[in-house]
């Protein structure tokens, strides 16, 4: 049974930092590539970050580059996700979510990811 357990959110203000962890078991998680989505209230679900099985490739949505960065130890079968420099629109619940492979192309369609955890909620005050 495939478990992806997020961690790590909190309250803080606008400008501070978080570090967000997914540790992951039922799955060799160095086979695995993983992901951060997000969600804010009402609105869709939205694609933050992913890194491949071996952590060789990174790929970031566009508005949170340079400001979050996404990390994984395979020895502990942990994601991470820092985020820099806070913004209250960076309010949301973040999600962790896993595919099989190396994507042949990055997919950031929260449809097409098969395993999900079940959120920390990270809430950005001005």
């Known amino acids: 049974q495939v478990q992806l357990v997020a961690s790590g959110g909190g309250l803080v203000q606008a400008g501070d930092s978080l570090r967000l962890s997914c540790a992951a078991s039922?799955?060799?998680?160095?086979?695995?590539?993983m992901a951060w989505f997000r969600q804010a209230p009402e609105k869709e679900r939205e694609f933050v970050a992913a890194?491949?099985?071996?952590?060789?490739?990174?790929y970031y949505s566009n508005s949170m580059k340079g400001r979050f960065t996404i990390s994984r130890d395979n020895a502990k079968n942990t994601m991470y996700l820092q985020m820099n420099s806070l913004e209250s629109e960076d309010t949301a619940t973040y999600y962790c979510?896993?595919?099989?492979?190396?994507?042949?192309?990055?997919?950031?369609?929260?449809?097409?990811?098969?395993?999900w955890g079940q959120g920390t909620q990270v809430t950005v005050s001005s």
């Open positions: 039922g799955l060799p998680f160095s086979l695995y590539t």
């Open positions: 979510a896993a595919t099989f492979g190396p994507l042949s192309a990055l997919d950031s369609n929260p449809d097409n990811w098969p395993y």
């Open positions: 890194i491949w099985p071996s952590g060789s490739n990174t």
